[in-house]
């Protein structure tokens, strides 16, 4: 299985920030990943799909880069609804692997 | 829109099977493929398995043992089966909808739903 590293695992801020999630796979999966924005009591929300490609209706302030074994996921300026968990997913070759998180809160 | 709701129990005996339907409302099963994932208390998600709905499927090994998903598209929903379950997989369960056939992640998910595996 292909194993993804998410960092750092939590993440302070402020709003207005900008913000960088990194996510490293354990093999190269091309730009094959997405980012998902997780809030408590419900389910993911996808954000970025192949790496850069921003999902409908997500603000453009979210934004992706990487390919290959490193990604970054960008918040530009952090609003009060961005305080929330992130997750990274390659989805190169089943089985589809998750990172373990980065949960991002108010400093 | 598309959108999906987990049901079934929410307590399992060990030893037991796991059983979980997937409602699809405000579309067609029958164009995309659909997944089944977990998260367990305080870790990251896991996926599970997926199914195309002319039945292909595909199984994460660690679980193909023990897994079937199965789709019955003339009542658009779609099912997980998990047997012999233990405390380990006592999770929330969630079902997805596939962005773009297999691929580009999961753009729809239900709320998810906590399963405990105790007796």
């Known amino acids: 299985d292909i194993q993804m590293t998410q960092s750092p695992h939590t993440l302070s801020a402020s709003v207005g920030d900008r913000v960088t999630i990194t996510c490293r796979a354990s093999?190269?999966?091309?730009?094959?990943l997405a980012w998902y924005q997780q809030k408590p009591g419900q389910g993911p929300k996808l954000l970025i799909f192949?790496?850069?490609s921003v999902e409908s209706g997500v603000p453009s302030r979210f934004s992706g880069r990487g390919s290959g074994t490193e990604f970054t996921l960008i918040i530009s300026s952090l609003q009060p609804d961005d305080f929330a968990i992130y997750f990274c997913?390659?989805?190169?070759?089943?089985?589809?692997?998750f990172g373990q998180g980065t949960k991002l809160d108010i400093k | 829109q598309v959108q999906l709701q987990e049901s079934g129990p929410g307590l399992v005996k060990p030893s037991e099977t796991l059983s979980l339907t997937c409602s699809v409302s405000?579309?067609?099963?029958?164009?995309?493929?659909w997944s089944w994932l977990r998260q367990p208390p305080g870790k990251g998600l896991e996926w599970i398995g997926l199914?195309?709905?002319?039945?292909?499927?595909n199984y994460n090994p660690s679980l193909r043992s023990r897994v079937t998903i199965s789709v019955d598209t003339s009542k658009t929903h779609f099912s997980l089966n998990l047997r012999s379950v233990t405390a380990t997989d006592t999770a929330v369960y969630y079902c997805?909808?596939?962005?773009?056939?297999?691929?580009?992640?999961?753009?729809?998910w239900g709320q998810g739903t906590v399963v405990t595996v105790s007796s």
């Open positions: 997805a909808k596939h962005r773009f056939y297999d691929n580009d992640g999961f753009d729809v």
């Open positions: 405000g579309g067609s099963i029958n164009t995309d493929y």
């Open positions: 199914i195309y709905y002319t039945g292909t499927t």
């Open positions: 093999q190269s999966i091309s730009n094959w």
């Open positions: 192949k790496a850069s």
């Open positions: 997913q390659q989805y190169n070759n089943p089985p589809y692997t």
